[in-house]
């Protein structure tokens, strides 16, 4: 079980999840309307915080979370299964990578502690790692740009 507050899951956690139901509109190329956006970014949100604070190991919350917004991305693509797995890996990796870009900014480039970045219990935690959204918004954009000009074609069914 990971520890987490509830305000963490406020401050942190729900806009991380409406950002990822974001990126999943834009990788399938599908138009969402706001309230529709914030609503799916609320469920995904509580899902992910549930699935924290279930009593099993770390890694398997990954997992859990991932089939979350693997079906989640499923819906939103009208059943396209395959579109659905590539969006969420590309969203998982985008995430992995926006993280580690910014733990580095964060420690490196800007002293900030690194017990500070890592703590999910404390307003301040959730708040000095919301800059990683937007490097995640980046991430997500130049996957898009590679997808056009590369693959999208022969994986878009």
Known sequence: ????????????TLPESLCTVS??????????????????????????????????TFGIHTIFSILALMIISSKLSDGKLGKSIIC?????????????LYLSIATRILKLPIKLLMS???????????????????????????????FWGKFNS
Do not use: H, Q, W
Request: aromatic share 6%; glycine share 6%.
């Open 120 to 150: 999910n219990t404390s307003i301040l935690g959730a708040i000095v790692t919301l800059p990683s959204l937007a490097i995640f918004f980046l991430i997500v954009i130049i996957i898009k740009e590679i997808n056009k000009k590369c």
């Open 88 to 100: 969420t890996l590309e969203i998982f990796l985008a995430l992995v990578l926006s993280e580690g």
């Open 1 to 12: 079980m990971l520890e987490s507050s509830i305000i963490y899951t406020l401050i942190r």
């Open 23 to 56: 990126a999943i509109a834009i990788l399938i190329e599908i138009d969402i309307e706001k309230m529709k956006l914030v609503k799916i970014g609320g469920v995904l949100g509580i899902l992910v915080f549930i699935i924290r604070m279930l009593p099993i």
